[in-house]
């Protein structure tokens, strides 16, 4: 016979060992260090005008930010759930702000070319997404909602910067610079398109020997369908480096930016995905207009 007293102390150590078995979510957020005393660590964020951060990306407009330090900790704990498969929403929440905080579910890993990334969505926000990339002591991440879109950027002393981008501020789009506009050597060589199909290539719809090859159909996406490789090259300028606190958090952001297209084609179901093939620096002035910067990096 079990007493009330004992029942109760065995509910008791069975609701603890239900608790300790649960993913509690966590903020990825800390107080900055002690050592960046002077430095915005208002939950609230401060505008951009009126503290001075260091000189790291800013070109990119802002309507607010704020110093933080990433609970690495919990970036591996992530990490291993995910790649386990165990990952719940309520295992990342991302306190960007005091009026700005998310939950992240559907984790998903990759691997980067010196880390790892960890992409999701946020819960109960339409179209929100996340990503966070993971090289080493170099972090960069995105969150995107249809009310705000914020980054997360390490400037090369374990603090990040979070900052609100202000779309409004966004240059607009280059007009396109077609082929003719390009000096004429930076141009490949003309080629021709073939005649007719090779020998022994049979088009589609017309009668052909037997183990004749067939023509490639035009390329269709289908959960059957292989993904497309696209090899991407990415060059930049001194100017360009000098805007990142390094070489490594410059390689960082590029892991970013493929990562956010990769994950975009996956939840869009396009079968295909980029590729970095080559990051380099080019060696010249950069000059404010980007249309020049351009005809001088092909030239």
Not at 82 to 111: H, K, M, Q, Y
């Amino acid at each position: 016979m079990v007493s009330a007293k004992g029942s109760g102390a065995w509910w008791l150590v069975g609701c603890l060992a239900a608790a300790s078995g649960s993913l509690r979510a966590d903020d990825l957020f800390l107080p900055p260090a002690p050592a960046a005393a002077g430095a915005p660590d208002d939950p609230a964020g401060v505008p951009a005008a009126a503290v001075a951060l260091p000189e790291v990306g800013l070109a990119v407009p802002t309507l607010r930010q704020r110093l933080a330090r990433v609970d690495r900790g919990l970036l591996e704990r992530v990490r291993a759930a995910a790649a386990s498969g165990a990952s719940p929403a309520g295992l990342l929440d991302l306190n960007l702000f005091d009026d700005a905080t998310f939950r992240v579910f559907d984790l998903e890993i990759g691997a980067t070319s010196a880390g790892y990334s960890i992409t999701g969505k946020i819960e109960g926000v339409a179209y929100g997404t996340v990503a966070i990339v993971v090289n080493g002591p170099e972090i960069a991440g995105s969150v995107r909602t249809p009310a705000g879109v914020y980054s997360i950027e390490g400037r090369g002393d374990g603090e990040v910067v979070i900052r609100q981008i202000d779309e409004d501020a966004l240059p607009d789009s280059a007009e396109p610079l077609e082929l003719e506009d390009l000096p004429e050597a930076a141009l490949p060589p003309a080629r021709q398109p073939p005649a007719g199909p090779p020998s022994g290539v049979v088009p589609p719809g017309v009668a052909g020997p037997a183990g004749a090859a067939a023509v490639d159909l035009p390329f269709t996406s289908s959960p059957q369908t292989q993904v497309a490789e696209i090899d991407v090259l990415i060059v930049y300028t001194p100017l360009a480096l000098l805007m990142n606190a390094s070489r490594e958090a410059l390689e960082t952001k590029m892991d970013l930016w493929f990562t956010e297209v990769n994950r975009m084609f996956a939840d869009s179901g396009v079968a295909a995905r980029i590729r970095l093939a080559l990051a380099a620096e080019v060696r010249f002035r950069s000059v404010p207009e980007f249309d020049l910067d351009i005809r001088c990096a092909v030239a």
